[in-house]
């Protein structure tokens, strides 16, 4: 188990929830235009760079209209957002929005190309987090950029075991619910993808340390919870890149084994 949360939060009091309409609404400057929305919490002293936090919503959020991933508080996503207002924790927050129910990494990549660009970004400090859909979109873009995250948060997804190898020791927590009745905790959807229990068990078998929740009872929707426990945003930020960072210039799909298509 990997040592958690040793950020010390300074603790300004009880701040006002992020709100919908608090979030700029921006398109990545290259080809593919993916839309994303975005906030800046405040707290950044003396030209520090900030960690960034990407959230990767579910397939039913899908679309361009740059507003239905936001659903829900981002799917509770805004938990993290409204911790690191209270602790005074200056962060860049990001939420783009896919289309055709798949994260391809390399819009992911996009996405936090643009942020780079657009924020003073800590490239050592680049997020990851998704639900459903999205948590498959997590680890697939971890596999295809093994060594340019910090950490992955992947919530009620499945992947394959392929590419497993070389994200073994980036660090994750993954959350799911034991009685899933979506995507099932052990087998995914029955097929080449196999649900975050058994993925988990592979990176562990494999000698990496993911930290894992699953609540007992839990169905799909547990992102609310998950989102909202206190040692989660602590932990995300007590996670460093150990290498050189990423430009996110090219894929390094060279560093991991390749990705099965997508349907």
């Known amino acids: 188990m990997q040592a958690c949360c040793s950020l010390a939060f300074a603790g300004t009091g009880r701040a006002a929830a992020l709100d919908d309409a608090e979030l700029g609404k921006y398109w990545t400057a290259d080809v593919a235009h993916v839309p994303y929305r975005a906030v800046v919490t405040d707290g950044r002293r003396d030209g520090e760079k900030l960690p960034l936090i990407v ?12 507003e239905s991933q936001l659903a829900g508080r981002g799917n509770g996503s805004y938990e993290l957002v409204d911790a690191a207002r209270e602790g005074g924790i200056p962060l860049v927050y990001v939420a783009p929005q896919t289309t055709g129910a798949y994260w391809p990494p390399a819009r992911v990549a996009a996405v936090v190309r643009d942020a780079l660009q657009r924020w003073p970004v800590d490239p050592r400090r680049i997020y990851l987090t ?6 498959t979109g997590v680890w697939d873009a971890l596999k295809a950029w093994p060594r340019c995250f910090a950490a992955g948060v992947p919530m009620s997804g499945m992947t394959e075991l392929a590419g497993l190898g070389p994200i073994r020791d980036v660090p994750q927590w993954v959350f ?6 979506d995507t099932d905790v052990e087998k995914g959807y029955d097929g080449a993808m196999v649900g975050s229990r058994a993925v988990v068990r592979a990176l562990r078998a494999m000698g990496g ?10 169905k799909h929707v547990i ?7 206190p040692a989660l945003l602590p932990w995300i930020l007590d996670q460093r890149l150990r290498g050189a960072p990423c430009d996110f210039a ?3 799909m060279d560093e991991a084994e390749p990705l099965k298509s997508r349907p």
């Open 250 to 252: 090219e894929p390094r």
């Open 176 to 181: 799911h619910g034991s009685d899933d009745d």
């Open 209 to 218: 340390q993911p930290r894992y929740t699953e609540y007992a009872g839990g």
């Open 223 to 229: 992102w609310p919870q998950a989102y909202a426990e």
């Open 55 to 66: 959230f990767l919503h579910g397939d039913w959020q899908d679309g361009t209209d740059n």
């Open 130 to 135: 998704g639900i459903s859909d999205g948590a």
